[in-house]
């Protein structure tokens, strides 16, 4: 049995977060398949009958396998295509599959049983579907659309009905992996942005305050952007992102694919810290600084409401940036009230409990939604990442048997999937390209930057912060 683990790491609101990334059932409620032929075929009982706890590898191959009386639970697939990466590369799970489809079936006789056939026929193409819709990066490598084509021409003779669903599902496969090849320009654009050392002269900078002074809007474009970059992020990445290699296969690691969208959202979230702290460091004057601040809690606030916490945990770190929270002048003229409000949500006290609770509240309110808005709900997702690092690594994903730990997959795909399900979410907002292209393309301080900025805002306090600033000075300005 393993054991979950339910505390994370504190994350710091004060700087933002980077990610550097036998066939015998054992004992329990995961029953081995009835043994007594069916039509000449095995039955099964699906494995999420209970609270399955483990078994080997070939076996939960087996229950993927549709026959003519049996088709897998839909989150076993789900729970078993997420895991299984770990273990046994995808292309290679399809051929298994197939062969295993061909097989049982006698798809490679010269006369076929059409009566079990057309049984047969539309499980086997409601998994292919279920796969392909799912996972459809599995599907990019030719010879896997060569295995498709295979086991579904050896069924087409039985029913041409067959042929053109498969026709159908191969076109919708390839307008999907092509929709997720082309990264929408907000998406390269943040990759690698442009860093302030300095203040920039006054002419030639733009502030956010000039492109969008209503909080709402900002807080709804910001929502926008969130779902823009979630839309990219494949389920398989949670699970690639902490693959080394299975330790009962070959001495290369199962998958050695890069978590792309993975990474760049995480970048994202940098990006806005740097952008909030950037906006309040950058004007002269307290009183504007101080406006400044205000907006973005009441940004801060309106993304809580909409269930946007990604944004809202990156608006409060931004602002707990330690060149912003010196500002101790700037801050006398904030009205702080709702800040600490927002501050206490989001507290990593007791594992973000108070997070927590919201976010519960915001899943609760997606499924009795009666409108697109109430369906949103972005999670913190670095905290996101770190619950899955933790429940992989402190349960093994074999247990000393060589059997699989499907437990724990279990777990896994219940994290994944609810999140998959959240990142599906329409996005009710009406872009405005103006606001979306500032958040993701307009210059920000680097850290020296930043502190350069808040020294000369207002001036070093103590000696620590006095030596900091002649050095930076020297190292930025070249003075002494």
């Known amino acids: 049995m393993c054991c979950f683990y339910t505390w994370v790491p504190v994350v710091q609101a004060g700087m933002p977060q980077t990610l550097s990334t036998s066939d015998m059932v054992t004992p329990g409620s995961l029953s081995p398949p009835p043994t007594e032929p069916t039509d000449g075929e095995q039955a099964r009982q699906p494995l999420l009958d209970g609270a399955p706890s483990s078994a080997s590898l070939d076996t939960l191959i087996q229950q993927l396998v549709p026959t003519a009386d049996y088709y897998p639970e839909k989150a076993y697939i789900f729970t078993f295509l997420l895991s299984s990466r770990l273990f046994i590369e995808p292309r290679e799970l399809l051929a298994r599959v197939c062969h295993l489809c061909i097989e049982q079936q006698q798809l490679d006789k010269p ?5 079990r056939v057309r049984k047969f026929g ?3 193409l409601q998994l292919l579907a279920e796969w392909t819709e799912t996972f459809p990066r599995d599907f990019q ?8 084509k295979d086991v579904v021409g050896r069924i087409a003779p039985c029913d041409e009905a067959y042929r053109k669903r498969m026709h159908q599902l191969l076109q919708a496969l390839h307008q999907k992996l092509a929709a997720l090849g082309q990264r929408p320009e907000s998406l390269l654009g943040a990759d690698k942005p442009i860093s302030y050392r300095t203040k920039p002269p006054a002419s030639i900078h733009r502030e956010l305050l000039d492109i969008c002074s209503d909080p709402y809007t900002l807080a709804q474009q910001l929502t926008h952007v969130e779902l823009e970059r979630l839309q990219h992020i494949g389920p398989e990445e949670f699970v690639q992102a902490f693959v080394n290699k299975d330790p009962l296969a070959s001495t290369k690691p199962c998958f050695t694919e890069k978590t792309n969208n993975l ?3 995480v970048k994202w979230f940098n990006r806005l810290c740097y952008l909030v702290a950037t906006e309040i460091c950058m004007p002269a004057k307290k009183k504007q600084r101080a406006q400044v601040i205000e907006f973005f809690i009441d940004v801060a606030r309106e993304c809580f409401n909409i269930g946007n916490f990604n944004s809202l945990m990156a608006i409060i770190s931004g602002m707990n940036m330690s060149p912003v929270s010196r500002l101790k002048k700037t801050w006398a003229k904030v009205k702080t009230a709702k800040f600490f409000i927002l501050e206490h949500q989001m507290d990593p006290t007791g594992n973000f409990c108070n997070y927590r609770t919201a976010l519960r509240g915001a899943a609760h309110r997606s499924l009795t939604a009666h409108s697109s808005r109430e369906k949103i709900v972005i999670p913190f997702f670095s905290l996101l990442i770190k619950d899955i690092y933790f429940l992989n690594e402190g349960c093994a994903n074999r247990l000393p048997n060589g059997h699989v730990n499907f437990e724990k997959f279990l777990e896994l795909a219940k994290q994944v999937g609810e999140f998959i399900t959240w990142k599906q979410v329409e ?8 606001i979306t292209h500032y958040l993701h393309t307009a210059p920000i301080f680097s850290e ?7 020294y000369e805002s207002e001036s070093p306090e103590n000696q620590t912060e006095k030596e900091r600033w002649k ?4 190292s930025i300005l070249g003075k002494t």
């Open 111 to 115: 006369v076929l049983d059409k009566a």
């Open 122 to 124: 539309p499980k086997l």
């Open 448 to 454: 020296d930057g930043l502190y350069l900025a808040s």
């Open 471 to 474: 050095s930076l000075r020297s």
């Open 141 to 148: 490598e030719e010879s896997t659309i060569g295995h498709l």
């Open 263 to 265: 990474e760049a959202y």
């Open 427 to 434: 996005c009710p907002f009406e872009q405005d390209r103006s």
